[in-house]
T-cell receptor
């Protein structure tokens, strides 16, 4: 069983829809990261969080440490949001290296 | 400012040859990570540097893989006697590993990757 599980694996939405991507993990962590990877492109860090909620533009990330669960929300989705979204955790005591989920492929249609 | 850069962007090599992949981290970033992204495998950790030392090499898949970092800056990942299963995108990330508000700060900034194809 993977230490980091994401759902859904694939998500197709219409422009303007509210999107949620979920991440569950089974280990103690010091922080959780949400990353974005466009097709053929590099990886961009969206959020790093260890508690509560963070917001950046139309993106919101939340984490519940007790439930070992995080969500990434995109409001008013746009075709340019189409990308792979990856959840990654820093396992406690692991030298801050990242352990990754398998990613969620989001396609937003116009 | 300049981000993390990697070279070459693409490398095609023949099975059995050695390859060197280079990473230039963001200036001043003390932590450097190598990751690998294989088709169907997702992203996996290879090695972590803090300064010039590598306290965690646990992700290196075999003794054909090695890495070094000099001057607390540039890092080189070397793969000897390449095999077809080494084909992947090799990603480097750097982090300031500083403190913000009393908490450890480890946002990682990724380079564009080197796509390695072993024929």
């Amino acid at each position: 069983k993977n230490e980091v599980e994401q759902s859904p694996q694939n998500l197709t939405a219409q422009e303007g829809e509210f999107i949620t991507i979920n991440c569950s993990y089974s280990v103690g962590i010091s922080a959780l990261h949400w990353l974005q990877q466009h097709p053929g492109g590099g990886i961009v860090s969206l959020f790093m969080l260890s508690s509560g909620k963070k917001k950046h533009g139309r993106l919101i990330a939340t984490i519940n440490i007790q439930e070992k669960h995080s969500s990434l929300h995109i409001t008013a989705s746009h075709p340019r949001d189409s990308a792979v979204y990856i959840c990654a955790v820093e396992i406690q005591g692991s030298n801050y290296k990242l352990t990754f989920g398998k990613g969620t492929l989001l396609t937003v249609n116009p | 400012g300049a981000g993390v850069s990697q070279s070459p962007s693409n490398k095609v090599t023949e099975k059995g040859k050695d390859v060197e992949l280079r990473c230039d981290p963001i200036s001043g970033h003390t932590a450097l990570y190598w990751y690998r992204q294989s088709l169907g495998q997702g992203l996996e950790f290879l090695i972590y540097f803090q300064g010039n030392s590598a306290p965690d090499k646990s992700g290196l898949p075999s003794d054909r893989f090695s890495a070094e970092r000099t001057g607390g800056s540039v890092s080189t990942l070397t793969i000897q006697r390449t095999q077809q299963e080494d084909s992947a995108v090799y990603l480097c990330a750097s982090s300031p590993r500083g403190l913000a508000g009393g908490r450890s700060y480890n946002e990682q900034f990724f380079g564009p990757g080197t796509r390695l194809t072993v024929l």
